[in-house]
Nanobody
Framework: VQLQASGGGLVQAGGSLRLSCAVS????????MGWFRQAPGKEREPVAS????????SYVDSMKARFTISRDNAKNTVYLQMNSLKPEDTAVYYC??????????????????WGQGTQVTVSS
């Protein structure tokens, strides 16, 4: 399984970005997809996750109102729509695949495959 994250960039506070994670390889093995982020000097933290087939997204409470995870299985792509961005959202965002289907948020330790990360910078 290979993951390619894209869509990051520089945006002003209050703006929006949509991240994409293109998935290739043995996609039939994937159970859950997740987005994570890591700010400078901080540990990687979960943002949202979604079962690869069927089901709805799960979110970290602090991001639930502003972020939306979705998938397009026909395009083998997972998205993270981020609205009302804040400077504290500045981080490298990673997508990850878990071979197990999970209910609820996916944690870093669940990630079996990882994308390379895409930088999101929110200016005040």
């Amino acid at each position: 399984v290979q993951l390619q994250a894209s869509g990051g960039g520089l945006v002003q506070a209050g703006g929006s970005l949509r991240l994409s994670c293109a998935v290739s390889g043995d996609t039939f093995r994937i159970g859950t997809m997740g987005w994570f982020r890591q700010a400078p000097g901080k540990e990687r933290e979960p943002v949202a996750s979604i079962p690869w087939r069927g089901g709805i997204g799960s979110y970290v409470d602090s991001m639930k109102a502003r972020f939306t995870i979705s998938r397009d299985n026909a395009k083998n792509t997972v998205y993270l729509q981020m609205n009302s961005l804040k400077p504290e959202d500045t981080a490298v965002y990673y997508c990850a695949a878990d071979l197990r289907r999970r209910v609820g948020i996916m944690y870093s330790s669940n990630g079996d495959y990882w994308g390379q990360g895409t930088q999101v910078t929110v200016s005040s």
